[in-house]
């Protein structure tokens, strides 16, 4: 049985591919109708609908209140230029590459292959040194893989 939090973003996922690239929601209405405490809400849009994933979340608190998630429908080039000179940084951890690595191949930027080759190679078990350059090291392979994918992409390979 698929957990509540799979449920749930499921659920949103839909509603955003069968509308437009974003969907506004009641918390409370989607609470009910998972039959959740509000705040499983919030742990689901923290968690799964992140920058790193492409979401951007807005809400306006009150009575009239709604939260507001919005899918960046951004060019394939320009989202991993983002990711390579404003996301990564100098130091990037495992999960913070996996959950990155999990949005590229959601939107299909690249192959479920590459996603397991990229992160094979960027495991703390394939980068044996000390944990103090550990993220430093993973930060700079990362950026070079991906600088790789956008020349290959605008060359026309894939």
Do not use: W
């Not at 209140?65 to 320009?78: C, H, K, N, Q």
């Not at 392979?141 to 026309?156: C, D, K, P």
């Amino acid at each position: 049985m698929p957990r509540l939090s799979d449920s749930i973003e499921r659920f949103i996922k839909a509603m955003i591919d069968d509308g437009e690239s974003r969907v506004d929601l009641q918390r409370n209405e989607l609470a009910s109708y998972f039959s959740c405490a509000p705040s499983q809400i919030n742990y689901v849009l923290a968690t799964r609908f992140t920058l790193d994933k492409g979401y951007y979340i807005e809400s306006r608190r009150g009575g009239g209140g709604y939260i507001r998630v919005v899918r960046l429908d951004a060019d394939e080039s320009d989202y991993l230029l983002h990711l390579i000179t404003s996301r990564i940084g100098s130091a990037i951890s495992e999960n913070q590459t996996r959950q990155i690595l999990d949005c590229l191949a959601e939107r299909e930027i690249i192959t479920s292959r590459e996603k397991a080759l990229i992160g094979a190679a960027l495991s703390d078990k394939a980068i044996a040194v000390p944990i103090q350059i550990k993220d430093r090291i993973r930060a700079n392979l990362f950026r070079n893989m991906l600088t790789a994918i956008v020349y290959s992409n605008e060359e026309g390979e894939k």
